[in-house]
């Protein structure tokens, strides 16, 4: 353990994950490592879960974003978790969110750190961070994500470390470890091109916080990336179309700017359709980097990408791992307060790609609550990315269960996404450019440009009711959420106008 | 002219208001100087309406906000006007826009400017810019706004300008003229306190683009602010209550942080308030100074106020121009691409005071659209501060309408501001603190601390129905617009409860 832990002093914190466990305490507030299930903590949090069936023992547990090795499932199940934040994916903790037993706040992935630092949330109890080594002056190398660690150590009492010896020490120097100040003192993030690095490798922390060491050697979780079906693969090709108009209209060149890719599928096909592009010399400013972002690398169309973690297959996992020197002037990873702060995003001008649940005909994206009640996953770093983006683009298939739902709606029953921030809709449709419009110019093209056909009449028939009803943005309110009360009444959207 | 034009080869451009108005054709696009009534220019265009008895002539219209001397009014009557951005509250022109014949892109006062340089908006061919002066480079000196002014004049084939003569030159100096650059090569804008310059004090142009001057000498519209009624004072005193407390949790200092207070009548009282609170030493980060911002300078509160334009009442006006070297160390006027850039706001942590229409039980906020479909002014800059502020804050009276409107309501029908952006709701009966809540917990406390008494009981009713639907954002989809529904239909909506 010696070279992974170079700051002898702490050599003697090594413990079990159950002896690390009982310095988490009933009622605490736990920030734990992991984004998108890249190097998120994997034992000790289990251990609370074999607790709690002898004692009581319910936390507040807040993380960087989603994790892996069901962590979510077992202390939901487990019913340690009170409090989770700020997202999660996990199906069993889903069911328990939406039947109200555990409080979920949904949160911009970026803001959760300023909520910290403001007193706008209860201060970290205790840190639990996996890490590849740590330094001569005791501080923190992360494994594949930075997520919201650095507030976590900064903020703790104590820290638990979970040093995963199945990572590469090479993987030092692949963060930039950066943080901003309290207010009212802060000061520019002097990021301006995605490489750009303004911080230190490793997280200064007083050694003396860390109070207990934990060895592991599980690799994250994989990604799970399904293959693109052919509507997919038509998402791509529009957005690609698009890009192209851009740069024939002058507005982009050929490099376009950083891209951002949401995780899903989605996003990682329309990321792989560039290779076949005339596109060239890409970077991207991201929070997550897939598959698709090695595959661009390795034909050498991006240049550069910065990112809040690397989540993807175990294929690439493995080849990353044993290739660290390879990707080394390619990647930086970067804290969450970096990498979705809205100054930089808004500076480089990003194109921000994320997955919508559903559009209405005005623009307003749901990316997070079935049938405007029930959570999904979390709005993520969606947020922080379409608000600030200069093309902030949302895709989605125009249909899902069937053809039972459709993706574009009169009305979104929950709006995360707003008319002001979404540019572009894509649908294997096609797009529908929404710059510059006004919302009784926006609704035709989104029907005829990214509606499915057997929608549309549908559509178009709610819009001229709505007109005569007149305003800025017309609907029939009596109407407006008929198709959504229909699906969950009779599983079909498609019963709303049939049987009218 | 010679000391309000001091490039001399410009001398020879003056001309009628009619004359100059030639150079604005059919089909323009026309970028106009003028932010919440203030420094707008003030004749060329209503040369327009004349013209457009006799000739065809529509334009698209942009400004900084809103204007005064019944511009907008004119433009729609006589049907000079096709589209218009980004924020309007004329009378008229909303009832245009609301009819469909008036297209209207309602826009965060900050991204206008971001979505000219980028191409999401076709480019201005003509500004028609207020100025105090024409400087020796022949550069131009804004009056009491700077608004978009920087970014038209730059875009622009041709600049006509109108040269105010009431407006004292002494003005000059009070302007910090920083223009950020097109992507992908951009900067930190380097502003860490209010009072910290980055620019120039005039608009830098080509002078040869200047095609036309013409003499006015009207002053601002004034601004109309009623007296503060017992609500707006109770709404005042519940957020120095809770300031009050954020002091005393150590999250702020009594010097607060930058403060933004919306335009209207009630953050002008709630700044007003501040003048018998224990808080000193404050500083102000905004798009509009009120009068109120002047009372707090006189009271020796407020140390220093930047903002976008100054909206005062005539007596606070003549004041001001009366006094210009008084105000001058207090004071800084910048384009609104800096006094609403996000990045700024968010390194500040600025407390942003905004008017809500309306607000829904867990927190959604609707700014603009009465009945969720016809436009009331736009959301002007409060997304521009909500969204990045430490502290985004809504404030509203519980009714409206002698009472047959409940500001709270089970569902906005349209969100301008959603659950991630409010922190806290404050109406005459109470606030409603919502940060680190779910929104099953926000629901009770803003229903108990925020709403009327008289609606209280059907908005429990409410909640309990939706509870037992489940979910993470309960609902009863064929209720959640009932409200809005009945008081289109009746008038009032108590008819959706009592009847029922």
């Avoid at 993380?63 to 700020?86: C, F, I, N, Q, Y």
Wanted: hydrophobic share 40%.
């Amino acid at each position: 353990m010696n070279d992974r832990i170079r700051y002898a002093p702490l050599l003697e914190r090594i413990v079990s994950a159950e002896e690390a466990s009982h310095h988490i305490q009933d009622g605490m507030v736990v920030g734990m490592s992991g984004f998108t299930r890249a190097g998120d903590a994997k034992e000790v949090l289990h251990e609370l879960a074999k607790r709690a069936q002898s004692e009581p023992l319910k936390i507040t547990l807040l993380t960087g974003a989603s994790l892996g090795h069901d962590t979510d499932k077992v202390l939901a199940e487990a019913g340690v978790m009170a409090r989770r934040l700020p997202f999660q994916v996990d199906t069993s903790l889903r069911r328990k969110i939406n039947a109200g037993e555990i409080m979920f706040i949904d949160q911009h992935l970026g803001e959760t750190v300023e909520q910290l630092r403001s007193g706008s949330l209860p201060p970290i109890d205790v840190a639990v961070l996996e890490v590849a080594a740590i330094t001569e002056q005791g501080h923190l190398v992360p494994t594949t994500s930075v997520g919201n660690s650095v507030i976590f150590a900064l903020q703790a009492k104590k820290i638990i470390v979970e040093i995963n010896c199945k990572v590469p020490t090479a993987i030092e120097g692949y963060h930039d470890i950066y943080q901003t100040t309290d207010r009212p003192e802060r000061f520019p993030m002097q990021i301006v091109h995605p490489q750009d690095r303004i911080g230190v490798t490793a997280i200064p922390i007083d050694p003396a916080k860390v109070v207990a060491i934990v060895e592991t050697g599980m690799e994250d979780s994989p990604a799970k990336i399904e293959a693109p079906d052919e509507e997919i693969r038509q998402i791509s090709r529009h957005l690609t179309d698009f890009l192209l108009e851009e740069v024939k209209r002058g507005n982009l060149g050929y490099s376009l700017l950083p891209l951002q890719a949401g995780i899903g599928a989605v996003a990682n096909a329309v990321l792989v359709g560039l290779i076949d592009s005339p596109f060239h010399d890409l970077t991207m400013y991201s929070e997550v980097l897939q598959d698709s972002a090695f595959e661009l690398i390795e034909a050498g169309k991006l240049l550069f990408a910065s990112s809040c973690s690397i989540t993807v297959s175990e294929k690439w996992y493995h080849r990353f791992m044993q290739n660290l020197d390879r990707y080394r002037d390619h990647i930086v990873l970067r804290p969450q307060e970096i990498s979705n702060a809205g100054e930089i995003i808004r500076r480089m001008g990003v194109i921000g790609i994320n997955t919508a649940l559903e559009a209405d005909i005005y623009g307003n994206v749901n990316s997070t609550h079935v049938h405007g009640t029930h959570m999904m996953n979390g709005i993520g770093g969606s947020g922080d990315f379409s608000r600030n983006a200069q093309l902030a683009i949302f895709v989605t298939k125009s249909l899902a269960k069937n053809g039972d739902i459709s993706s574009i709606v009169p009305m979104v029953p929950h709006v995360d996404s707003n008319e002001h921030d979404v540019d572009l809709i894509v649908t294997e449709q096609g797009y529908a450019d929404l710059r510059g419009l006004a919302p009784r110019e926006r609704s035709p093209l989104i029907i005829e440009r990214c509606a499915h056909p057997s929608y549309r009449e549908a559509l178009h028939e709610y819009v001229r009711e709505a007109n005569q009803r007149g305003g800025q943005t017309p609907h029939v309110l009596e109407k407006a959420l008929a198709w959504h009360i229909a699906a969950r009444e009779t599983g079909s959207m498609r019963t709303a106008f049939k049987t009218s």
